[in-house]
């Protein structure tokens, strides 16, 4: 997320960031957030083919509430 707000901040009236984060580790609500508040990024990418994960899995609902909390679209990809 880092490498993505580093990126955005060079042309910031011409690009937006989303967050990516491991929807497997328990602290992505966490990490969400950080990168929305203190990175600035404005949405949250999920692949759920590639991070091998069931989106209507129950385990992954606090990160999705995380999203709705902050007020940042979800783009599943």
Do not use: C
Request: aromatic share 14%; hydrophobic share 40%; proline share 12%.
């Amino acid at each position: 997320d880092e490498y993505v707000a580093a990126y955005v901040s060079r042309h910031p009236s011409k690009l937006f960031g989303f967050a990516s984060v491991d929807p497997h580790d328990p602290d992505a609500p966490r990490k969400l957030e950080r990168s929305v508040r203190e990175l600035g990024l404005v949405g949250l990418k999920l692949a759920p083919i590639y991070q091998n994960f069931y989106p209507d899995d129950q385990p992954y609902f606090p990160l999705y509430a995380k999203a709705a909390e902050l007020g940042i679209p979800i783009l599943w990809h």
